[in-house]
């Protein structure tokens, strides 16, 4: 099997590594399994959200890694299994459009960490995660403005995140021809919105959001919004 070759970085990319600079704190400090955390797909119209969970190496760099936003799908793609073979852990945990509507997407997002988390099959000592809220909670996290971007540990989990979630739109994609999911992942897009206008939501749209209430029967129900899905249309 011959192994996908990484492209060089662009230009733009080469001086914006993330580095172990929060991580190699905490484990001066006493904290040996240092997790990174970050999310993927909250702002979608479709699919599951997912959590990315990741462990690296304290003594051997990954050279391109970066926060997956910045990079194209073609790269991240590229990475994924020089990321996974890499770290000494790492997981995804999701949770399903269903579990979104039910539980609200605060609730869904602590509980795709939940299982990301638990499926390192490694107890963290620490936890650092994307952004200023704590969806992980336990009394072991701390949130990093932008540690997508600032941390390496935040970014592989990134990358691990958003090609695990693009690989399974794709596939959904041949299951729902027309909303062309393998390009649009589920999030808003002219196309996105009117395939919707044109067809109603799938079974895997998120029924609970507010753009749903301008579509015609689909035979799925809208119903009643937990908390900030915004709305769309």
């Known amino acids: 099997m011959t192994a996908t070759v990484v492209p060089p970085l ?10 172990l600079s929060v991580e190699r704190e905490l484990w001066a ?14 702002g979608s119209w479709a699919g599951p959200l997912v959590v990315g969970a990741a462990v690296v190496p304290k003594d051997r760099r990954l050279n391109k890694v970066r926060d997956s936003k910045m990079l194209t799908e073609a790269e991240r793609e590229a990475l994924f299994d020089r990321v996974a073979g890499w770290c000494e852990a790492w997981a ?11 539980l609200g997407m605060s609730a869904a997002q602590k509980l795709a960490a939940r299982r ?19 969806f992980v909670g336990g009394g072991i996290s701390r949130t990093v403005v932008k540690g997508d971007a600032r941390c390496l540990s935040i970014a592989t989990a990134s990358i691990l995140a958003k090609v695990s979630r693009d690989r399974l739109m794709r596939r959904e994609a041949e299951h729902f021809p027309g909303y062309e999911f393998h390009a649009n992942k589920g999030y808003p897009c002219p196309r996105h919105k009117v395939a919707l206008a044109g067809m109603g939501p799938t079974t895997i749209h998120r029924r609970t959001w507010a753009f749903m209430d301008a579509l015609p029967w689909s035979g ?14």
Do not use: Y
């Open 220 to 233: 799925i129900a809208r119903r009643p919004s937990f908390d900030e899905a915004p709305t769309l249309f």
């Open 116 to 134: 990301a988390v638990e499926g390192l099959g490694v107890a963290p000592d620490r936890v650092l995660i994307d952004g200023n809220w704590d």
């Open 10 to 19: 662009r230009k733009a990319l080469r001086a914006k590594a993330p580095s």
């Open 29 to 42: 400090g006493g904290d040996t399994v240092v997790v990174g955390v970050d999310e993927v797909g909250r």
């Open 92 to 102: 995804v945990g999701s949770a399903s459009p269903e579990e979104c509507d039910e």
